[in-house]
Antibody, heavy 115, light 107 residues
Framework: EVQLVESGGGLVQPGGSLRLSCAAS????????MNWVRQAPGKGLEWVSYISSSSSTIYYADSVKGRFTISRDNAKNSLYLQMNSLRAEDTAVYYC????????WGQGTLVTVSS | AIRMTQSPSSFSASTGDRVTITCRAS??????LAWYQQKPGKAPKLLIYAASTLQSGVPSRFSGSGSGTDFTLTISCLQSEDFATYYC?????????FGGGTKVEIK
């Protein structure tokens, strides 16, 4: 069974940092591109970042470029999102999703940026 | 960025109704379109990919059509478990974009 499990969310002050993780199982992680997608409370879905299967290609949404860094460790079947200089508007549930068509999503991890 | 416009943003329907949700892309995206269902507090669930291919395990009352810029999601006979929010999403570009969502409520 394909499974994606996010972790690392929590409450952080504005300007602070968090590192999210996404543990993958049930499929050949190294064969798939991955994405981070977020959803602010009561709002729609917003794509955050993309990483190719080999990490050779990376993209970011303009709203997080220069502050967030996506990475992966195919040996550990894990995806990461390092989030720095966090702002109130980054408050959201963060999901990892497999591939462009989002065939599998994790359950999400809540990031709250507040003083 | 490719903009995805969904309509309507919400509507009320009854069990057994046939419902249609539309999604328009700001530029041609071929058939690189997915539809998701999301219930409160849950992750989105993939229903359809490649505009019209039903994801494994999804009931056949769901169907998708379209290509280029105009797409539709149809639920042929609405069931109680179908009341949810639906999103379209393009993956023609690596910079994914989503429609604003359509909330289907009980009449």
């Amino acid at each position: 069974e394909v499974q994606l499990v996010e972790s690392g969310g929590g409450l952080v002050q504005p300007g602070g940092s968090l590192r999210l993780s996404c543990a993958a199982s049930g499929f050949t992680f190294s064969s798939y591109s991955m994405n981070w997608v977020r959803q602010a409370p009561g709002k729609g879905l917003e794509w955050v970042s993309y990483i190719s299967s080999s990490s050779s290609t990376i993209y970011y949404a303009d709203s997080v470029k220069g502050r967030f860094t996506i990475s992966r460790d195919n040996a550990k079947n894990s995806l990461y999102l390092q989030m720095n200089s966090l702002r109130a508007e980054d408050t959201a549930v963060y999901y990892c999703a497999r591939g462009g068509s989002g065939s599998s999503w994790g359950q999400g991890t809540l990031v709250t940026v507040s003083s | 960025a490719i903009r995805m416009t969904q309509s309507p943003s919400s509507f009320s329907a009854s069990t057994g109704d046939r419902v249609t949700i539309t999604c328009r892309a700001s530029q041609g995206i071929s058939s690189y379109l997915a539809w998701y269902q999301q219930k409160p507090g849950k992750a989105p669930k993939l229903l359809i990919y490649a505009a019209s291919t039903l994801q494994s395990g999804v009931p056949s009352r769901f169907s998708g059509s379209g290509s280029g810029t105009d797409f539709t999601l149809t639920i042929s006979c609405l069931q109680s478990e179908d009341f949810a929010t639906y999103y379209c999403q393009q993956y023609y570009s690596y910079r994914l974009t989503f429609g604003g969502g359509t909330k289907v409520e009980i009449k």
